[in-house]
């Protein structure tokens, strides 16, 4: 059977700014399932062209104080969603506890709104991000296996990650993840108030319970929850 199209107005964020840094984490086994996800066969950023468009703005501001976004996750095929549902229900694996969720029971991440059964990012103007200092310098590859931290330690402590300090590492399941805890101050909060305003400044709007999570509005597809692989095969024109 083949595989469903994105619809024309979808596109790859490097052919809009390639300027944006993209480490597509659900592609990768550092995730909080612990493998690469289903419908990511390749790690890249797809968009609807308006939230393409509105990160370029944003990334344009950070640029001009010497900084860059970069982009942890962007459309997510329902099929991916299934996949974390799928994670979530076995509660035999509890392999990336320890990382992402210490302090959070496993049967309570979608109840406590870490992740949506239908999410946002499956109708194709949301994104995972976070801001990079410039010059940006490498990021450590992960091993799996390598002992893992929580996500919630101290920056030097926790899985180095480029970014700026914004008080845990990206999917930390916690409520020091959301967005204006008031136990995170200091340099912390002043680096997500930086992400919150530019990304508010270009028409985002950011989920309370994680930093890195924001919508474009008013979303092309509001109620559209796609499940075409993020390829770039997915984004060819044709019939
Ligand atoms: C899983 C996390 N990165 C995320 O995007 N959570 C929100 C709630 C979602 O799944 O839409
Ligand atoms: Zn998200």
Redesign the pocket.
Known sequence: KPEPRAPKDFVALRTVDPTIIQEIR?FTPHN?VGRRIDGYDQPICILTRPAAEALHTAQRALLRRGYTLKV??CY?PQRA?NH?VRWAKDLDDQATKSEFYPNVDKTR?FED??????????RGS?M?LTIVKLPARPTRPYHPGQPLVPCFAPKDERFPDNSVDMGTG??C?DTLAHTLDPRIQGEQRANRLLLKNTMEGAGFVN?A??W??YTYEPEPYPDTYFDFPVSCRSLIKGD
């Open positions: 659900y909080f942890y996750d997510r969603v974390f991440l709104g870490y992740i949506a059964e239908k999410s946002g990012h499956s949301t995972d990206f999917d399941f989920l319970e994680e890195w999570h």
